[in-house]
């Protein structure tokens, strides 16, 4: 007789969610193609297309036939250009081979905690927090300790936060500056704090960089390029957020090779290597997407403080956030504790789609995620539409 005892998925995959994210974008999409009104400001994209010289660059490979197995690490023309951008950008130097292309951020996210967590480890994260984290940590059997945002604020020096959550299973500190979803940008000061923890209590950290141009208030810093800290760093970059390539896949990871030998083995098992013809794409928004990024920043900046501006005047207590393109107001006066409730209402009297806080954390409840990043009709609809709430 024939049995299914063993056609069941792997234990571990139980550490793994689907995104409520996801989900919502979904009901969405369905909405509107109901033919709902729908004022979408629940995703997590750059509002405008991918510049046309990025994507010049792409057909050009293409007419070159730029489009057999590239090296896993990545083209040398990326891994060239992303050298030069680190030492201009990022007060890094570093070698070639510290460099390695990944499908996108995520991807080298995940490659990243694969890297470093064994079961057991505790993993600090500053909370809100983007919700796969949880899942990448957990995945490589790691425990979660989260150091609620609300404790940062004004306060220069954070290691006595962080000794607070020290215990001896500590390993890693993940930081997301600027942060999603709650647009906190660290400080020079506060990550010269954080570097110094690391550095005395022996642990690493994974920097995630996904939003480094988009800095409103304030200036970005990498986290390995302080004192004692690039061997223990690894740093997460995205070309999705700064040149509007959230479908291309791109990203890449910056590390010492302690830690860049397990990951090449990671990328080449798990992709092999990143389509070709997009690293040549890639190539070209690295070596001259500067201009772009400051062509969009005064956009940016008046969407954001005209969307701050409407959420206060209706009640939703809402801080000018400082980087990244999220808003996160606390809607707890207004529409109660609970986040998902508060999504309903809001989506239901005003049709402006949001993603509940309490997805991104315990620290996130009784918030809304809204993204600025958007059409400007559609951020001038949402702004009045909120005076129906």
Same mark, same amino acid.
């Given at each position: 007789?024939?049995?299914?005892?063993?056609?069941?998925?792997?234990? &571990?995959?139980?550490?793994?969610?689907?995104?409520?994210?996801?989900?919502?974008?979904?009901?969405?999409?369905?909405?509107?193609?109901?033919?709902?009104?729908?004022?979408?400001?629940?995703?997590?994209? #750059?509002?405008?297309?991918?510049? #046309?010289? *990025?994507?010049?660059?792409?057909?050009?490979?293409?007419?070159?036939?730029?489009?057999?197995?590239?090296?896993?690490?990545? /083209?040398?023309?990326?891994?060239?250009?992303?050298?030069?951008?680190?030492?201009?950008?990022?007060?890094?130097?570093?070698?070639?081979?510290? *460099? *390695?292309?990944?499908?996108?951020?995520?991807?080298?996210?995940?490659?990243?905690?694969?890297?470093?967590?064994?079961?057991?480890?505790?993993?600090?994260?500053?909370?809100?927090?983007?919700?796969?984290?949880? %899942?990448?940590?957990?995945?490589?059997?790691?425990?979660?300790?989260?150091?609620?945002?609300?404790?940062?604020?004004?306060?220069?020096?954070? &290691?006595? /936060?962080?000794?607070?959550?020290?215990?001896?299973?500590?390993?890693?500190?993940?930081?997301?500056?600027?942060?999603?979803?709650?647009? %906190?940008?660290?400080?020079?000061?506060?990550?010269?704090?954080?570097?110094?923890?690391?550095?005395?209590?022996?642990?690493?950290?994974?920097?995630?960089?996904?939003?480094?141009?988009?800095?409103?208030?304030?200036?970005?810093?990498?986290?390995?390029?302080?004192?004692?800290?690039?061997?223990?760093?690894?740093? *997460?970059?995205?070309?999705?957020?700064?040149?509007?390539?959230?479908?291309?896949?791109?990203?890449?990871? !910056?590390? %010492?090779?302690?830690?860049?030998?397990? /990951?090449?083995?990671?990328?080449?098992?798990?992709?092999?290597?990143?389509?070709?013809?997009?690293?040549?794409?890639?190539?070209?928004?690295?070596?001259?997407?500067?201009?772009?990024?400051?062509?969009?920043?005064?956009?940016?900046?008046? &969407?954001?403080?005209?969307?701050?501006?409407?959420?206060?005047?209706?009640?939703?207590?809402?801080?000018? #956030?400082?980087?990244?393109?999220?808003?996160?107001?606390?809607?707890?006066?207004?529409?109660?504790?609970?986040?998902?409730?508060?999504?309903?209402?809001?989506?239901?009297?005003?049709?402006?789609?949001?993603?509940?806080? !309490?997805?991104?954390?315990?620290?996130?409840?009784?918030?809304?995620?809204?993204?600025?990043?958007?059409?400007?009709?559609?951020?001038?609809?949402?702004?009045?539409?909120?005076?129906?709430?």
């Amino acid at each position: 007789m024939t049995t299914t005892t063993n056609l069941i998925p792997a234990n &571990r995959a139980t550490h793994l969610g689907f995104s409520d994210i996801v989900k919502i974008r979904n009901r969405v999409i369905g909405m509107l193609e109901r033919g709902q009104r729908v004022l979408r400001l629940e995703g997590g994209e #750059p509002f405008m297309p991918t510049p #046309p010289f *990025i994507k010049d660059a792409m057909k050009e490979a293409l007419d070159a036939d730029q489009t057999r197995y590239a090296p896993s690490s990545g /083209i040398p023309q990326l891994i060239d250009a992303i050298q030069l951008k680190l030492a201009e950008h990022n007060a890094l130097r570093v070698d070639p081979r510290s *460099i *390695i292309v990944t499908s996108g951020g995520a991807h080298g996210l995940f490659c990243a905690f694969q890297t470093v967590v064994d079961p057991g480890d505790e993993v600090m994260l500053f909370s809100p927090y983007w919700t796969p984290i949880r %899942d990448h940590i957990t995945f490589a059997g790691g425990v979660p300790v989260r150091v609620p945002w609300e404790e940062v604020h004004g306060v220069d020096d954070l &290691r006595e /936060i962080l000794q607070q959550r020290l215990t001896a299973r500590t390993k890693l500190l993940y930081v997301n500056s600027p942060a999603n979803p709650t647009g %906190d940008v660290l400080s020079r000061r506060q990550l010269e704090s954080v570097a110094a923890f690391a550095v005395e209590n022996n642990l690493t950290v994974i920097s995630d960089e996904a939003y480094e141009d988009l800095v409103w208030d304030g200036e970005h810093a990498s986290l390995a390029s302080f004192p004692d800290m690039f061997k223990r760093t690894i740093s *997460i970059y995205t070309l999705s957020k700064s040149f509007a390539m959230t479908g291309w896949r791109v990203g890449y990871v !910056v590390a %010492d090779e302690t830690w860049m030998e397990v /990951i090449r083995k990671l990328v080449l098992n798990s992709i092999n290597g990143v389509s070709t013809p997009s690293q040549f794409a890639a190539a070209a928004a690295v070596t001259h997407g500067k201009a772009f990024i400051a062509s969009v920043r005064d956009d940016y900046r008046q &969407r954001r403080d005209l969307m701050v501006r409407a959420l206060n005047e209706a009640g939703l207590r809402c801080e000018s #956030p400082r980087g990244a393109f999220y808003l996160f107001p606390d809607v707890r006066e207004r529409l109660g504790n609970d986040s998902w409730k508060a999504m309903e209402a809001v989506l239901e009297r005003t049709s402006i789609a949001s993603v509940p806080g !309490v997805v991104f954390g315990a620290e996130g409840e009784g918030h809304l995620r809204m993204s600025f990043s958007t059409s400007m009709e559609t951020i001038e609809e949402a702004a009045e539409a909120l005076h129906k709430l």
